[in-house]
């Protein structure tokens, strides 16, 4: 009986790790990292690095999540990640590493000659599209 345990306990830890979700192969600087749900997790641990042997972290970090957002990467860079599920004794089982290249960094400014205001009332739309907030000034 003890030999069917082990077996499916080797089965068990072979299969259990989390399987990413991959991101596209070119992404921007602020992306988002996700996961699925493995059995038996105490933590996710969630690595970023420059280079596939991991000896060059940009991220170092643990969840109860299966996602995590990753802001001011840099662009134009290639980045490898992976993420271990931790079980109840601190052993750490790695998902397979997948790579993303950020893409450029885009700026815009706007600028207005004149705005026509009239005495009632003055509306001024602006939307920006962005994850992140950006200060907006509007001097009359």
């Not at 134009?76 to 931790?86: I, Q």
Request: proline share 4%; aromatic share 16%.
């Amino acid at each position: 009986m003890t030999h069917f345990y082990t077996d499916a306990m080797v089965r068990f830890l072979q299969y259990e790790i989390p399987q990413q979700i991959p991101t596209a192969t070119t992404t921007s600087i602020h992306p988002d990292f996700y996961w699925q749900t493995a059995n038996c997790v105490e933590n996710y641990h969630f690595q970023l690095a420059t280079d596939n042997q991991f000896t060059q972290i940009v991220t170092d970090s643990m969840t109860l999540d299966t996602t995590i957002w990753q802001p001011n990467l840099q662009p134009n860079t290639t980045y490898f990640w992976r993420v271990a599920k931790e079980d109840f004794v601190g052993d750490l089982y790695w998902s397979d590493t997948l790579n993303f290249t950020t893409g450029d960094i885009y700026t815009a400014s706007m600028e207005m000659e004149s705005l026509l205001i009239y005495e009632d009332s003055a509306i001024v739309h602006i939307t920006i599209d962005s994850i992140f907030t950006l200060p907006i000034s509007i001097y009359c």
